[in-house]
């Protein structure tokens, strides 16, 4: 069973940055899309990037320009590097994988992820 182990969250200042990472433990990702999610006190899950097997990535728009997904196949890792952070980031940061070559993030390709980390925490607050 795949599982996915997230990592890197904290407590940053507004404009610092996080690196999280998204780990498969005796698995190999190479042919996974990865997505991050996140999902922030009382509103929905929202996709914020996601990569595909071969590097193609797309991001939601209020990141474009501060996160940069990026995958190391022979470390079984999907990064996000965060950027210049803002309060409104402040969330549970979810990795998920699905055996597909589509980079979608939308709420309505959610359910095409079948593999979900636990979540890591991003707090973003002077």
């Known amino acids: 069973q795949l599982q996915l182990v997230e990592s890197g969250g904290g407590l940053v200042q507004p404009g610092g940055s996080l690196r999280l990472s998204c780990a498969a433990p005796?698995?190999?990702?190479?042919?996974?899309?990865i997505a991050w999610f996140r999902q922030a006190p009382g509103k929905e899950r929202e996709g914020v990037s996601c990569?595909?097997?071969?590097?193609?990535?797309h991001y939601v728009y209020s990141v474009k320009g501060r996160f940069t997904i990026s995958r190391d196949n022979a470390k079984n890792t999907v990064y996000l590097q965060m950027n210049s952070l803002k309060p409104e980031d402040t969330a549970i940061y979810y990795c998920?994988?699905?055996?597909?070559?589509?980079?979608?993030?939308?709420?309505?390709?959610?359910?095409?992820?079948?593999?979900w980390g636990q979540g890591t925490q991003v707090t973003v607050s002077s």
């Open positions: 990569i595909t097997s071969d590097g193609s990535t």
């Open positions: 998920a994988a699905a055996f597909w070559g589509l980079c979608e993030i939308s709420v309505a390709t959610m359910g095409a992820y079948d593999y």
């Open positions: 005796g698995f190999t990702l190479d042919n996974y899309a």
